[in-house]
């Protein structure tokens, strides 16, 4: 099984104290599976949750619904443009999301226009980090709306590179 399909199945427990086999297995398909670089970029970022859930025994809904949605929404959209706005939603939603008012670096107060963005979209001064250099307002747009229309197609490749390296 690769890692990134939905599917649906029944258990079927055998022995009490091991675990559960998958049986009456059947794929539910996207529009988009047969595109490769969509394809690409699902599994990239599918990734992130792995790595993110490896040690734990029990998900919130939250997560399972947020990535239906994109998967919708995957083939109509941007892929990258989606990937960023489900990212600041889930960052929300685990309350990792930090303000842009301080340096994740150094605590110091960032009153530049610009900023830099480090992994998990940790804002820095552009002095503390050789990163990803952003106007402060669009980033604090982005923060609040979850909304990246305001983003170039650059800035979008950028920032989609950034959390996928994350």
Known sequence: MQLGYLIDFELEQDKPNYLPRLRNITHIGFPWLYNRDRLFLWHQYINIFSKHFKDVSQVDSFYFEKLLEIAKKWHKQSPKRLIIESFIDILK?????????????????????????????????????????????????????????????NLVESICSLIIKS
């Open 93 to 153: 939603f685990e309350g990792r999301l930090y303000p842009t008012s301080s340096c994740a670096i150094c605590s110091k107060p960032i009153e530049d226009e610009n900023i830099s963005l480090i992994r998990d979209l940790l804002p820095t001064h552009t002095y503390c980090a050789n990163s990803v250099v952003v106007k402060k307002d669009l980033i604090d747009d982005l923060f609040k709306s979850s909304l990246s229309w305001k983003l170039s197609d």
